[in-house]
T-cell receptor, first 114, second 115 residues
Framework: AQSVTQLDSHVSVSEGTPVLLRCNYS??????LFWYVQHPNKGLQLLLK??????LVKGINGFEAEFKKSETSFHLTKPSAHMSDAAEYFC????????????FGDGTTLTVKP | ETGVTQTPRHLVMGMTNKKSLKCEQH?????MYWYKQSAKKPLELMFV???????ENNSVPSRFSPECPNSSHLFLHLHTLQPEDSALYLC??????????????FGPGTRLTVL
């Protein structure tokens, strides 16, 4: 069985300050992990993915995430927030043995203040 | 068109209507998905098709009927819906290689309102 917990439903930062969105997962197998972003009235866009290669994963728009097996975490970070980063972010875990079934977190809404 | 497209983008229907949502992927993928996204709820997987065969059906009511005529097209046929079915319906696609499902690419969604 697999599950994912996004520890914060809302995060608010000032423009130019660092962003940290937290995600913990559980999985019976070596999982693949993803972060997606969803802007209002849009579909989900893939930010980055971890699939058992390098544990520090770089994505689009300056985001990166680090896979920490000992902590079962996959937190998303960005050194400097931009106003356009305001959106909802989803952490996703997937076990390849389960017909591609992905489990989505509840989402974290990121607000960026000017 | 590139990526995953969905039509219509917005749909308002009565409870006795019959309508269909359409999804088309231009990525050469061989798996397609329907998700339901309701306010204040996690994303819910509804159906998965791999190589045009339904491999996942997540206890979805029979008033939702999927159809996958080929690997590029996916439909969701709707009939006698309820107001609680109002939501954003998202389509996604991915590549399946050797039984391994790669990351999903999403369409923009259809915003459905049931009156």
């Amino acid at each position: 069985a697999q599950s994912v917990t996004q520890l914060d439903s809302h995060v608010s930062v000032s423009e130019g300050t660092p962003v940290l969105l937290r995600c913990n997962y559980s999985s019976s197998y070596s999982p693949s992990l993803f972060w997606y972003v969803q802007h209002p009235n849009k579909g989900l866009q893939l930010l980055l993915k971890y699939t058992s290669a390098a544990t520090l994963v770089k994505g689009i728009n300056g985001f990166e995430a680090e896979f920490k097996k000992s902590e079962t975490s996959f937190h998303l970070t960005k050194p400097s927030a931009h106003m356009s980063d305001a959106a909802e972010y989803f952490c996703v875990v997937r076990e390849d043995t389960n017909a591609g079934k992905s489990t989505f977190g509840d989402g974290t809404t990121l607000t960026v203040k000017p | 068109e590139t990526g995953v497209t969905q039509t219509p983008r917005h749909l308002v229907m009565g409870m006795t209507n019959k309508k269909s949502l359409k999804c088309e992927q231009h990525l050469g993928h061989n798996a397609m998905y329907w998700y339901k996204q309701s306010a204040k709820k996690p994303l819910e997987l509804m159906f998965v098709y791999s190589l045009e065969e339904r491999v996942e059906n997540n206890s979805v009511p029979s008033r939702f009927s999927p159809e996958c005529p080929n690997s590029s097209h996916l439909f969701l046929h709707l009939h006698t819906l309820q107001p609680e079915d109002s939501a954003l319906y998202l389509c996604a696609s991915s590549q399946v290689l050797g039984g391994r499902y790669n990351e999903q690419f999403f369409g923009p969604g259809t915003r459905l309102t049931v009156l």
